[in-house]
């Protein structure tokens, strides 16, 4: 059964940091890319962050880019997203999420695997 | 960017009718178009992706069509389990991935 299981919410004051981890289990974990994606209380989805199978490649959602910072053990089979210098509008559900994606053809099938999400406050 | 553009917002419809859920890009976004359904307090679900196959698991009555912007999603009977958020999302042009703001499917 795969579980991805994240930990490392809470509430964080304006300009502060937080480290949020995710536990991979039951699947490849090295064959996916791995993505973080996060939902502010009532609205919909938003992408934050991905990184490829070796840690190479990261992409950003241009609001995050110098602040967060995704990265990965696959030893461990663990995602990682460092979250510095928040703000009120980071407030959200932050999921892991599995990103099956092939680059040499661009074949994707999406986000497939999702974990319960950990909630994120920024707030004074 | 491309913008996805999810139509209705909101849509009533009967346990055992049918239910068509529209989804549009604002380029093409050829057949990278996924599927996603949310119930309150869990996370989403992949339903399809590659714009028409069903993941892993999903029941036949869930369909999708399209391909280049425009896409729709089809639950041909309604179960109670079915009302829910769905959201389109694409990624044949990236970053960033991007989401449509979702269609929430309730009961009438």
């Known amino acids: 059964e795969v579980q991805l299981v994240e930990s490392g919410g809470g509430l964080v004051q304006p300009g502060g940091s937080l480290r949020l981890s995710c536990a991979a289990s039951?699947?490849?974990?090295?064959?996916?890319?791995m993505s973080w994606v996060r939902q502010a209380p009532g609205k919909g989805l938003e992408w934050v962050a991905n990184t490829k199978q070796d840690g190479t490649e990261k992409y950003y959602i241009d609001s995050v880019k110098g602040r967060f910072t995704i990265s990965r053990d696959n030893a461990k089979t663990s995602l990682y997203l460092q979250m510095n210098s928040l703000r009120a509008e980071d407030t959200a559900v932050y999921y892991c999420?599995?990103?099956?994606?092939?680059?040499?053809?661009?074949?994707?099938?999406?986000?497939?695997?999702w974990g319960q999400g950990t909630l994120v406050t920024v707030s004074s | 960017e491309i913008v996805m553009t999810q139509s209705p917002a909101t849509l009533s419809v009967s346990p055992g009718e049918r239910a068509t859920l529209s989804c549009r890009a604002s380029?093409?976004?050829?057949?990278?178009l996924a599927w996603y359904q949310q119930k309150p307090g869990q996370a989403p679900r992949l339903l399809i992706y590659g714009a028409s196959t069903r993941a892993t698991g999903i029941p036949a009555r869930f369909s999708g069509s399209g391909s280049g912007t425009e896409f729709t999603l089809t639950i041909s009977s309604l179960q109670s389990e079915d009302f829910a958020v769905y959201y389109c999302q694409q990624s044949n042009n990236w970053p960033p991935i991007t989401f449509g703001q979702g269609t929430r499917l309730e009961i009438k």
């Open positions: 039951g699947f490849t974990f090295s064959t996916y890319w």
């Open positions: 999420a599995s990103y099956y994606y092939d680059g040499s053809t661009g074949y994707t099938r999406g986000f497939d695997y």
């Open positions: 380029q093409s976004v050829s057949s990278n």
